[in-house]
Each structure stands twice: as C-alpha cells, then as structure tokens.
C-alpha cells in the first residue's frame, strides 16, 4: 500500500518544465508520503530510455523537492528510490 502512495504521490507531483532554452530542459517535482508530508533524501534517477544508461541521480531535499537542469530535449526513465527501494518509474518522460 505504501509503495501505491508513493507512486500516486509521485506521478501527482512530478513537473516537466521546458528550459527557457532550446538546447536544454528543467525536470523538477516534488516527492511525498501517503499522508502529504514531504520525503527529504529520495534519490530520483534520471535514466536514457534507449539505452537504460544511469546519468544521474539527484536527492529531494527538506521540502521534497528536486530539480534537475541541464538536460537535452528527449526522452528519459525517471526513478523514485527511497531507502534503497524503487518505488515507481516513468518510462518515456519527455523533455522538451
């Protein structure tokens, strides 16, 4: 059941911004439990989807939150992992 919430949270939450340049895109959102409090320390992976290449992997901090700039327009895996669990993946996430 938690791991549910935590994928409902996750998908509810999680933003896909364009950059303000062509070039490059902003990934951000927010990860929380069941009960809406923010989770600090998730790990978020950031994966290509062709390939499964790991490019990196950022944390949420006190609030939950995580960003991620940088990154070409395309297609990604994005992984929540909290306490060393997946707990939901996002096959296909495009950035613009």
Same mark, same amino acid.
């Given at each position: 059941?938690?791991?549910?919430?935590?994928?409902?949270?996750?998908?509810?939450?999680?933003?896909?911004?364009?950059?303000? %340049?062509?070039? %490059?895109?902003?990934?951000?959102?927010?990860? $929380?439990?069941?009960?809406?409090?923010?989770?600090?320390?998730?790990?978020?992976?950031?994966?290509?989807? $062709?390939?499964?290449?790991?490019?990196?992997?950022? $944390?949420?901090?006190?609030?939950?939150?995580? %960003?991620?700039?940088?990154?070409?327009?395309?297609?990604?895996?994005?992984?929540?992992?909290?306490?060393?669990?997946?707990?939901?993946?996002?096959?296909?996430?495009?950035?613009?």
């Amino acid at each position: 059941m938690f791991m549910k919430s935590i994928w409902i949270g996750f998908i509810g939450v999680m933003l896909f911004v364009a950059g303000a %340049s062509a070039a %490059s895109s902003v990934l951000q959102g927010i990860v $929380k439990d069941v009960n809406g409090r923010p989770i600090q320390g998730a790990d978020i992976r950031i994966e290509e989807t $062709k390939t499964g290449r790991l490019l990196t992997t950022v $944390k949420t901090n006190v609030n939950g939150r995580y %960003s991620l700039e940088g990154l070409a327009a395309g297609n990604y895996r994005v992984t929540l992992v909290v306490n060393g669990a997946v707990k939901a993946s996002i096959n296909n996430t495009t950035l613009e």
